[in-house]
């Protein structure tokens, strides 16, 4: 399995800073009530302070002004955008996107797809990503339901958006569901508890959900191949593998920079006797990934 960025207990929560794009134009999706449950984070600094409703950041939307916040804490990156649909109709985005070993997993099949495969990837992902969502929300929703008995989860869609310009080249993908804006929404009515707990199942640091089968690189890989995507794992370290990389086609690598070509920890100490005179052994040189 990957490995897991270790965590200070002292440190403060990593969040990103904020960031901002032009108002963007959605395609159809479905209205869907949600609850008023969130906790004080910078989301809500950072769109309050400059628009203290979402009509107000429509308004600004509405003059080409950016009205956008793209954040973390603890989980992958989510993003909270207002959008205007051309019957000038407008609401809030709320989208988590891929990250952690599902990350990992997809960027080593996108390179397995190659680009006769690309089309029937992205087309496999979408599926997958609804299955694992229609997974994981009842989970989400119970946890919140601890809190507020009431509460019903939103239902999120999966989407893809165009590669990053600085990214790995794969395209984007996640959840998002579209919030309603009226004269009466406050920003508290945009965020969905669920789906932003989500983005805790899309990270590698905390371990919530390592108790969650669904969530498990064997079951996510086994998810995304029923749904034509070619993911492979290592069959010694469960790591996700491609031996299609451009820059080593035929050797099998991993995109976890501490282990790449090799299976496990290079640096496990083996059973045999330290040499006496030198420093290395043949262990040093570890194993190649196989595929699963």
């Not at 579209?178 to 929404?185: K, W």
């Not at 640096?267 to 330290?274: C, F, L, V, Y």
Request: hydrophobic share 35%.
């Amino acid at each position: 399995m990957p490995k897991k960025r270790k965590k200070n207990p002292k440190a403060p929560r990593k969040q990103a800073p904020a960031r901002s794009i032009s108002a963007q134009r959605p395609g159809p999706e479905p209205e869907v009530r949600v609850v008023r449950v969130v906790e004080n984070t910078g989301l809500r600094g950072s769109l309050a302070e400059r628009y203290p409703a979402p009509l107000d950041g429509v308004k600004a939307a509405r003059t080409g002004e950016p009205v956008e916040w793209i954040g973390s804490i603890e989980g992958s990156m989510m993003r909270h955008r207002i959008v205007l649909a051309d019957d000038g109709t407008a609401a809030v985005e709320q989208a988590v996107f891929v990250g952690g070993c599902l990350e990992q997993v997809l960027l080593c099949a996108w390179h397995q797809a190659g680009e006769p495969g690309r089309d029937r990837f992205e087309a496999g992902v979408l599926t997958a990503l609804d299955a694992l969502h229609t997974t994981l929300r009842p989970i989400l929703e119970a946890e919140v339901r601890n809190v507020c008995p009431d509460y019903n989860a939103a239902v999120l869609r999966s989407f893809r958006e165009e590669p990053e310009r600085h990214g790995a080249g794969m395209p984007l993908f996640g959840w998002r569901v579209l919030h309603p804006v009226g004269p009466e929404t406050t920003w508290d009515d945009t965020v969905d508890a669920a789906a932003w707990n989500s983005s805790l199942t899309m990270s590698s640091w905390p371990d919530h959900y390592d108790h969650v089968p669904a969530l498990q690189p064997a079951r996510l890989a086994q998810l995304l191949g029923d749904h034509g995507v070619p993911a492979v794992l290592c069959a010694g370290c469960g790591t996700p593998i491609t031996d299609r990389h451009p820059r080593w086609t035929g050797i099998w690598i991993t995109p976890d920079s501490e282990s790449g070509p090799v299976c496990g920890d290079r640096h496990a100490g083996s059973d045999a006797p330290d040499p006496v005179l030198g420093m290395f052994t043949d262990e040093e040189f570890g194993e190649p990934h196989r595929p699963a």
